[in-house]
């Protein structure tokens, strides 16, 4: 799943576009809100066990934070457009998320880049794959994040972000207690 961010004002016009249809601060500082605080919704993003099995080096999803000019490989594409529908790519939502949570997770995100005036790295070019590993490698590191990031707290409320860290883990517990069938077959015979 991936996700297209623009901002419209109150007459309509977007905010990522000046009006000589240049890149605007917002439009920057929603990208380095991105970046900054993405790693710390993953857990909402990719909200089970098997869904880090898509964060893969050189395989179908973006595994960094890297933004470019329609570059499929970042995390964070700038598709290409008109500037009046300029717009944000996050790319890093798994399609078995909860989509109301994921965009509002990702929205907050970006958010919290324009209201802290974020900037972003500088844009990426060629295979972000050769870019580092930025994202949870899991979903118990995932929420981990999830729970110590406190200004994603504010924006998504302190006891959504409560209960949802207690429902992951729970889930996460019990799934540690099945064995599965490539442990049954390659573990326990082996062992």
């Known amino acids: ?50 869904s880090y099995r898509r964060y893969v080096r050189d395989h179908a999803a973006p595994i960094n ?16 457009s008109p500037p009046e529908a300029r717009r944000v790519e996050n790319r890093l ?22 209201m802290n005036k974020t900037r972003p790295d500088k844009r990426y070019q060629g295979d972000a794959y050769d870019a580092e590993d930025e994202i949870p490698k899991g979903l118990y590191a995932a929420l981990d994040l999830f729970d110590e990031a406190t200004q994603i707290h504010g924006v998504l ?4 972000v409560r209960v949802y860290s207690i429902v992951k883990r729970a889930e996460y517990n019990e799934f540690l207690q099945v064995i599965s069938p490539w442990e049954r077959e390659h573990l326990l015979i082996n062992v």
């Open 1 to 50: 799943m991936h996700i297209h961010h623009s901002i419209l004002d109150a007459q309509g016009n977007n905010i990522f576009t000046g009006p000589q249809g240049e890149e605007t601060d917002a439009f920057f500082h929603f990208i380095g809100g991105l970046q900054e605080h993405m790693p710390s919704v993953i857990a909402v993003m990719a909200p089970y066990v098997n």
């Open 157 to 160: 409320g302190p006891e959504f």
């Open 93 to 114: 939502a798994g399609m078995d998320c909860n989509p109301y949570l994921c965009i509002a997770a990702s929205l907050a995100c970006g958010y919290l880049g324009m």
């Open 65 to 80: 934070l890297e933004w470019g000019r329609d570059n499929r490989t970042t995390g964070i594409r700038i598709p290409l």
